[in-house]
């Protein structure tokens, strides 16, 4: 009996956003401001979007991605659970992802927050095991990259709708 190919994979982003602590991480514990800069895109719809900001909590999210995707029609869904959070300095999770019901990954993602002049020094390490079918690991750092640029614009607006 043959195993499908694991791909083993770990990448860091570090930015700088010009907010203090509380305010970037106030973005992550708050699920409506959350769901805001990580759930909502012009390319999918968001089916369902939960979170309980604790430790132990648990993360689930639902998208149907729409027309003129690659995959109209098709749903992604992420879930997750809260490992560790220590306010204000760091949130450890675990999460996997599914294509149509598939599962393409797990990772664990720790999130670190330090004060910087000006604002806060953002890390965010990604630990993870890419399924077959799986996006890969070029394409998950884009989508992270992507989603802390659309954390960026929401700490911009200040946390309002």
């Known amino acids: 009996m043959s195993n499908p190919a694991v791909q083993h994979h770990t990448f860091t982003i570090e930015r700088t956003f010009a ?6 991480f ?3 514990a708050d699920a409506q401001r959350k769901r805001r800069w990580f759930g909502e895109s012009a390319n999918h719809d968001v089916e369902q979007f939960e979170m309980q900001f604790q430790p132990g909590g648990r993360e689930q999210a639902s998208y149907r991605l729409r027309a003129g995707t690659a995959f109209p029609g098709v749903v992604i869904q992420r879930e997750g659970v809260y490992l560790d959070i220590v306010p204000g300095q760091r949130i450890v999770a675990a999460a996997t992802m599914a294509f ?3 599962p393409i990954s797990a990772s664990l993602e720790t999130f670190e927050f ?7 020094r953002f890390t965010f390490t990604h630990q993870a095991a890419f399924f077959e079918g799986a996006d890969g690991p070029q394409m998950r750092e884009q989508g992270w990259q992507q989603l802390f640029g659309q954390l ?4 911009a607006r200040g946390g309002q709708g």
């Open 26 to 28: 106030a973005a992550f």
């Open 100 to 102: 149509q019901g598939k």
């Open 114 to 120: 330090e004060d910087a002049a000006g604002g806060t």
């Open 19 to 24: 907010k203090p602590v509380a305010k970037v």
């Open 152 to 155: 960026d614009e929401e700490l």
